[in-house]
C-alpha cells in the first residue's frame, strides 16, 4: 500500500494527475490511499471529494500552517499503523515533512509537477528553496519533463536520483457527443461564435493577462470572437478590471471552475495557453485529446508535447501581439485547424496514456523496495 501525500489548495492539473494514477494503480501490486493535508476538520479539499467519486481511500491529516511537530507524529502513526511501504509526495510540504524524518522505515518518492522558477514572490522563493533541500533527502524523485530535470540538475539535485515520467491522461473517445449550441448558449455565448478557450489558476504563472490584452486586436478581425477562461485564483480582480479597462466585458468571460473539462472543451474552437512556466500541463493534453487546435507559450514541457506545427503553434511568453496574430492567422485557415486537431489526438493517445504513465510509476515502485 502507497500513501500519496498532498495539501491540495484546489482541483488542479497535479490533483488531476495524482488522481488518475490512483485510479490506474487501484487494482495493481501498488494501490494507494491519498492523504489530505488540511487545516480545519471540516475542510474537504476537492481532491477528496473527485477520489471519492472512483472509490480511492482517502485519510485526512488535519494541522495548522507552518512547521508542526503534531502534523509529522500524526503521519508517521499512520504509516506504522497502515504498514505503509512506500510515501509518495507532491508538492514542498509533504516533501519538508518526510525530509525531516530520521531513519526511515519506508522509502520515499515524490513527484515534481512543476517549478514556477521566477515567477513567484519572495514567499514562494523561500517555499522552492526549502522544497530544494527537503528533495535531496527523498529517495527517488519523479518530474514529468526534460525541462524540470534539467532545473532541478542545476538546483542541485544529483541526475541518476532523477526519473522522467511524463503526464497520462485517459482518452475521450468521442470528443464529439455534446450539444455544442445548448452548452453555449449556457455560458451566454452566440452557437456561431469563434469561441478561444484557456483553463488554469488565475495567477501569474498562467499568463491569462496577455491573452485578454491581445483581444481588442483579434475583435478588429473577427468580430464574433469570444475568450473564455476557467479557473479561480488570487488574480480574478485584476483580471476582471483588465477585461473592463479594454471594454472587453461582452466578449471576455471568467467563468471560474469547471467541474466537466470535457464540456468547456467540447464547445471552444481553439485552445490557447499562455503560460510563463509549466512542468506538462494536463490541460493542454485534454485539450489535444478533445481535437482542439493549440497556441501555447515555449516553455517548460510545452515543447516536448508541441513537436511540429502539425501539432500546435508554439510562441514566447508575454508576448500579446503574437497571440493576435497567430490567432488570426488560425481563424483564416480552417484546414490547419483540422489537422492540428486530428494530429494533437494521436500524439496524446500514442504518447500521454494514463496506463503508460502507471506502468512506469508501478517499474519505480518495484525498483524502491526491491
Not at 70 to 96: C, T
Not at 109 to 116: C, D, L
Not at 188 to 196: E, Q, R, S, T, W
Request: overall charge positive.
Amino acid at each position: 500500500m502507497i500513501l500519496h501525500l498532498i495539501d491540495s489548495a484546489g482541483m488542479y492539473g497535479a490533483e488531476k494527475v495524482i488522481l488518475t494514477l490512483l485510479e490506474e494503480l487501484k487494482s495493481s501490486a501498488f494501490p494507494g490511499i491519498l492523504g489530505c493535508i488540511r487545516e480545519r476538520e471540516t475542510d474537504a479539499p476537492q481532491i477528496a471529494k473527485e477520489a471519492k467519486k472512483f472509490g480511492i481511500p482517502i485519510h485526512y491529516f488535519t494541522m495548522k500552517r507552518g512547521p508542526n511537530l503534531f502534523g509529522l507524529q500524526q503521519i508517521l502513526r499512520f504509516i506504522k499503523d497502515r504498514d505503509i511501504h512506500i510515501v509518495h509526495s507532491h508538492g514542498y510540504k509533504p516533501n519538508i515533512f518526510l525530509s525531516l524524518i530520521p531513519n526511515k522505515k519506508f522509502k520515499t518518492i515524490s513527484t515534481v509537477h512543476g517549478w514556477a522558477k521566477d515567477t513567484v514572490g519572495v514567499r514562494g522563493r523561500v517555499y522552492e528553496f526549502l522544497d530544494s533541500k527537503a528533495l535531496k533527502r527523498i529517495d527517488s524523485i519523479v518530474t514529468v519533463s526534460k525541462a524540470v530535470v534539467d532545473y532541478l540538475i542545476k538546483k542541485g539535485i544529483r541526475k541518476e536520483k532523477i526519473e522522467l515520467i511524463y503526464n497520462g491522461i485517459k482518452m475521450n473517445n468521442n470528443p464529439h457527443s455534446f450539444n455544442i449550441p445548448k452548452i453555449r448558449q449556457g455560458y451566454g455565448l452566440p452557437k456561431d461564435a469563434f469561441v478561444i478557450g484557456a483553463v488554469g489558476r488565475l495567477t501569474k504563472v498562467k499568463g491569462h493577462s496577455y491573452l485578454i490584452e491581445a483581444m481588442p486586436s483579434i475583435l478588429n478581425e473577427i468580430k464574433n470572437c469570444y475568450l473564455v477562461i476557467a479557473g479561480e485564483g488570487p488574480l480574478k480582480e485584476d483580471l476582471m478590471s483588465l477585461i473592463k479597462k479594454n471594454n472587453l466585458l461582452n466578449n471576455v468571460k471568467l467563468i471560474g471552475y469547471t467541474e466537466d473539462i470535457g464540456e468547456f472543451l467540447a464547445m471552444i474552437d481553439l485552445f490557447v495557453m499562455p503560460s510563463l512556466s509549466e512542468g506538462l500541463p494536463i490541460a493542454l493534453l485534454e485539450a489535444m485529446a478533445n481535437e482542439k487546435p493549440i497556441i501555447a507559450s515555449n516553455v517548460g514541457g510545452i515543447p516536448e508535447v508541441i513537436t511540429s506545427e502539425d501539432t500546435g503553434i508554439l510562441i514566447q511568453p508575454t508576448d500579446s501581439s503574437a497571440i493576435s496574430k497567430v490567432i488570426k492567422k488560425l481563424y483564416h485557415d480552417k484546414d490547419k485547424i483540422t489537422r492540428m486537431a486530428v494530429m494533437g489526438k494521436k500524439i496524446v493517445k500514442d504518447n500521454f496514456s494514463s496506463v503508460s504513465m502507471a506502468e512506469e510509476y508501478i517499474r519505480i515502485y518495484s525498483v524502491l523496495i526491491s
